[in-house]
């Protein structure tokens, strides 16, 4: 990898950093059932910031990618399915600081 893909990585998983605690927030607003999604969607997020780190081939990259449009699904997922309004405003906020 050259120095701008090293940094853009470095950039994302900072990104993944905050959207780690963002979910922390999110999760501690919900109960039952949705609060396990979210916290699912938080464990596949420290996945993906562990494996942005060990990014070595093609393979790899693949990996990352599968793990990030999996986070995105869930978190839309989730969007639809939370009756409360602050807490799908939230989901959003992550959605689109991840999507940055």
């Known amino acids: ?19 780690i605690y963002m979910t922390s927030i999110v999760a501690l607003k919900l ?10 969607i938080r464990k596949m997020m420290r996945e993906l910031r562990s494996k942005l780190g060990k990014i070595r081939n093609f393979k790899d990259e693949m990996e990352v990618t599968e793990i990030f449009g999996a986070i995105l699904l869930g978190l839309g997922i989730l969007y639809s399915q939370i009756p409360d309004e602050s807490a799908r405003n939230e989901i959003l906020k992550i959605q689109e600081f991840l999507g940055e």
Do not use: C, H, I, Y
């Open 1 to 19: 990898m050259n120095w701008t893909e090293t940094s853009e990585l470095k950039d994302f998983a900072e990104k993944v950093q905050k959207a």
């Open 31 to 40: 109960q039952g059932e949705d609060r396990d999604d979210m916290l699912a």
